[in-house]
């Protein structure tokens, strides 16, 4: 440089302007300069700074107030900060309200701002006129920091900073921890039962609404207020629930970690300043203190987590757990609640809407398949799971979508994938501790992995969320016994029935305690979350559908060829063929056939969907296994929907009877009080009831006991020639149990109109499967290893045959059945009959004599004995059948057998 540079009169260096043409930026160096003087850019004006705290507070852009800020009032405002307007001084206002003790007559003192970063409050000095009153204490000396609707950048920081096991991922997502608990936890879910709600809401059997009395949400409110206080800083989030603008609900969220805050800031409705500055009161409060227990020693409380719903207060309490899910699911119980009174259908259900504008809700519990299905590129995204369904049309309860992470690919879920960036919180995620790129297939913490992204992370979003009337309503089934089809159209009173039925599977992790796929029924696809009775939303539901044309679907996205454990889940690919489908009209122009037992109408085609798919039998190998858990299944569907047959659907009941004549077999019953007229046979003669053992008051659980000491035979001796009791030989057990006579009562058989008399081997011949002397000879041997009794017992007719007798009365069969229970026709004296060689009693206490003789009962005794013969030529004709089979080993008990048969 001193080649290069000259000095100049006055003692200064300078460049040449060929030396300084491409060099560094000119420095010069002032002769005569002062100590205190700096070297200097001359290229760019001086910062206006003297330390290093007034550099970083350069760094962050003040907000200009639009509205003088007032001062005075109850509320001490911060000094740090932005300044605020008259607005933040209300809303301080209005938190200190939220947050005042109900023994206390005014609220905490509230600072706006994070203490650590605060200057220190100007000291102002004061001088007592008064003694504090007694019940003041520390916590009500001090000030509370209110962090109020932050931004995601903010909350990071503050989740980083002061919440252990808070990351930011390689993608830019907030990675935080819930704690123990991992799930929602509905067991300590509870609804104060008041004047009102007692009336309103669904309680008892299958209802998840626990009570609670006021007094007690009142203890666990001050418990929770009383920890928040207690805190340097609490954050606040004050937002909307649903997008239809005419019926929004202000909701506050009150909570002690960032991750809830970000969580809330995402899944809710995010207000623009305008809004946030008019905010006022909310409709509806969070206090979520889920850090602190609640006291188990406190009236309700069964364990240290109590999740307390108050409708009358309209505010909802967490204590003992910081899974973020319970503060999203209160809120939609509560909009289950309000919504309906002012004549919205409130959903859990996905919904998006076609480019062509058809809108498609759909149903399904955690792990069904209903976010992803919902979430589809070719489509607008309504949301994911909380809906609102107007008379103006659909409209999103949420701002957010709360996916499962378990398993995400970016293949199969691209937008979902895409999604997970910043601003998007996931719930305990296992990640590299150096890239900090997510496993979403680890599963070390929990199955039930989640991330909570605002809705407009998803690029074909429709915002505002909302859309007109749908067109498709698809009800999603995860079926982990594999027997219902992938897809079936359903008629009105089906989609009614599978809306309240709610069947799909506990897939891992969605609930805590839950580690594999179970069998489960949740009323409306969301019965942990719905206030009033199922059939109150599914008579909405019934009428919006009739009104709008809209088709109901049931698409199973569980398990084909087999059960869970056995079988294969259907592959998401198909699932999407099908959703297509019925998305672009097409398979309502199918053919369809029926299924049995179900009676579900499934298309003969759909493209690109395997046919051994479509129908579920073709795809089990064991055709009998598959039959069984058909049957399996559908008993367990009509057992849960005992719980719902006595309640009205609809204002005229007529949707009721539909409903339930898909699922009663056959009755009628009174259209007002829903009483079943069992003599009426209307439908058919062939009325059943299909119950559990265990509805039986005296039934032995388990089903098993020791050997039997009676075997009695049943037949309904159409004829009347039979006696109602005989005692029976071993061969002559034999004989009636390989005859199998009985008659065929008006209505057990298709065509059968009276009652007729029938042979069926082993009284079961159109079930068994080897030949009938196969049973017989081990019958035979168990008898007589255990000296078991024969008994023949006509429950049939008597005094003629039928419809010139009488049917056997039930109270005499009962008398009979009862001596031989007790043991006393062992010691009875009997008379052998004519022709069939049968031992009758002389005597059955409870039993008319003329009953016990056959032919005493009959006026016309040539009749009788005409109609005696004419019966025992019957039983030689079947049994001829059986004459050249060997019984035993020997075949001696053959002729012994034969032997025993009518003689004449």
């Not at 503050?158 to 993608?171: P, R």
């Not at 109150?536 to 084909?560: C, P, R």
């Not at 019925?582 to 049995?596: P, R, V």
Request: proline share 5%.
């Amino acid at each position: 440089m001193a080649g290069n540079g000259n000095e100049n009169a006055d003692g200064d260096f300078s460049f040449s302007a060929a030396a300084a043409r491409d060099a560094l930026p000119r420095i010069t160096t002032e002769k005569g300069a002062k100590s205190a003087d700096v070297c200097h850019d001359d290229t760019a004006p001086r910062v206006n700074f003297q330390t290093i705290d007034e550099l970083h507070s350069l760094q962050k852009k003040r907000s200009a107030p639009t509205t003088p800020l007032k001062e005075g009032g109850g509320v001490v405002m911060g000094t740090s900060g932005p300044t605020t307007p008259s607005s933040g001084e209300t809303m301080l206002q209005s938190v200190s309200a939220s947050l005042a003790s109900l023994t206390r007559e005014t609220g905490p003192k509230l600072i706006r701002g994070d203490p650590t970063s605060a200057a220190k409050v100007a000291h102002v000095p004061h001088t007592p006129t008064s003694v504090p009153a007694a019940d003041v204490s520390d916590s009500g000396l001090k000030f509370t920091h209110i962090l109020h609707n932050l931004s995601p950048a903010e909350l990071y920081e503050q989740a980083i900073k002061y919440e252990k096991g808070s990351f930011v991922t390689s993608t830019g997502a907030l990675a935080t921890l819930s704690g123990a608990k991992t799930g929602r936890s509905p067991k300590d879910k509870r609804v104060v039962k008041d004047e009102t709600t007692a009336t309103e809401l669904w309680w008892g059997k299958g209802s998840p609404n626990i009570e609670m009395d006021e007094q007690t949400f009142l203890v666990n409110r001050e418990r929770a207020v009383d920890y928040l206080n207690s805190l340097d800083k609490v954050f606040v989030n004050d937002q909307y629930l649903n997008w239809d603008p005419e019926n929004r609900i202000k909701v506050r969220i009150v909570s002690a970690r960032a991750y809830h805050s970000l969580f809330m800031h995402n899944m809710c409705i995010r207000p623009t300043p305008e809004e946030l500055e008019n905010f006022g009161t909310p409709d509806f409060t969070i206090y979520n203190a889920g850090k602190f227990p609640c006291n188990r020693y406190t009236h309700y409380m069964t364990s240290s987590t109590s999740v307390d719903i108050n409708l009358g207060r309209r505010e909802m309490v967490i204590l003992g757990t910081q899974y973020a899910g319970e503060m999203k699911k209160g809120l939609f119980g509560v909009m289950h609640y309000l919504m309906p009174k002012r004549k919205i259908l409130s959903l859990h259900s996905g919904c998006n809407m076609g480019k062509e504008g058809d809108v498609a809700l759909f149903f399904g519990l955690s792990g069904t398949g209903k976010t992803t299905l919902s979430t589809d590129h070719n489509r607008y995204l309504i949301g994911d799971d909380e809906h609102c369904w107007s008379d103006a049309g659909v409209s999103n309860i949420e701002g957010g979508c709360y996916a499962k992470c378990i398993d995400l690919s970016r293949e199969k879920e691209p937008d979902i994938w895409n999604a997970i960036k910043f601003g998007t919180v996931l719930e305990n995620v296992v990640f590299d501790e150096h890239t900090r790129e997510v496993d979403y297939n680890d599963k070390s913490v929990t199955e039930n992995t989640r991330a909570a992204y605002p809705i407009e992370y998803i690029p074909n979003s429709k915002i505002p969320c909302v859309g007109p009337h749908p067109k498709n309503v698809i009800l999603l089934a995860c079926d982990a016994f594999g027997v219902l089809p992938p897809i079936s159209k359903l008629d009105l009173a089906q989609t009614m029935y599978h809306f309240i039925s709610g069947y799909t599977a506990l897939v891992a992790g969605t609930e805590e305690g839950v580690k594999e796929p179970r069998a489960t029924f949740s009323a409306c696809f969301g019965a942990a979350f719905i206030m009033l009775h199922p059939t109150k939303y599914a008579a909405m539901l019934a009428e919006k559908m009739q009104a709008q044309g809209a088709t109901g679907w049931l698409v199973n996205t569980g398990w084909s060829g087999g059960s869970y454990g056995a079988g294969s889940r259907i592959k998401l690919a198909y699932t999407r063929k099908i959703i297509d489908a019925i998305h672009s009209g097409s398979l309502l122009n199918a053919t369809y056939h029926k299924t049995e037992i179900f009676g579900l109408e499934i298309p003969n085609e759909v493209e690109g969907v395997p046919y051994e798919i479509l129908e579920p039998m073709n795809a089990w190998e064991d055709k009998e296994a598959y039959k069984d858990t058909l049957l399996k299944l559908a008993g367990l569907f009509r057992n849960n929907f005992e719980t719902f047959t006595s309640h009205k659907i609809g204002d005229d009941g007529k949707l009721t009877e539909e409903i339930l004549a898909a699922v009663l077999e056959n009755v009628v019953f009174d259209e007002h009080t829903r009483e079943v007229d069992y003599n009426d046979k209307s439908v058919t003669e062939n009325t059943r009831a299909a119950y559990p053992i265990e509805y039986i008051p005296n039934s032995k659980i388990p089903c098993v006991g020791p050997h039997p000491k009676n075997v009695i035979l049943l037949a309904c001796d159409a004829f009347g020639v039979l006696p109602p009791i005989s005692k029976l030989d071993l061969t002559q057990t034999m004989y009636h149990f390989i005859s199998g006579y009985t008659a065929l009562v008006a209505g057990t058989e298709e065509g059968v109109k009276e009652p007729r008399a029938t042979f069926s081997a082993c009284f079961g011949a159109a079930f068994i499967m080897l030949h009938p002397t196969k049973y017989a000879a081990m019958l035979a041997e168990k008898m007589q290893a255990q000296g078991a009794t024969g008994w023949l017992v006509n429950t049939g007719w008597s005094g003629g045959s039928h419809g010139a007798g009488s049917r056997i009365k039930l109270a005499y069969t009962r008398k009979i059945i009862d001596a031989i229970h007790s043991g006393s026709l062992l010691n009875a004296t009997y008379h052998k009959t004519e022709i069939f060689g049968l031992e009758i009693p002389n005597e059955v206490e409870g039993v008319p004599y003329e009953i016990l003789e056959p032919m005493n009962a009959w006026e016309d005794k040539e009749a009788y004995k005409d109609t005696l013969l004419k019966l025992a030529g019957l039983f030689r004709n079947n049994f001829e059948t059986f004459t050249s089979h060997k019984i035993g080993d020997d075949g001696k008990l053959t002729e012994e057998i034969l032997a025993a048969g009518p003689n004449f």
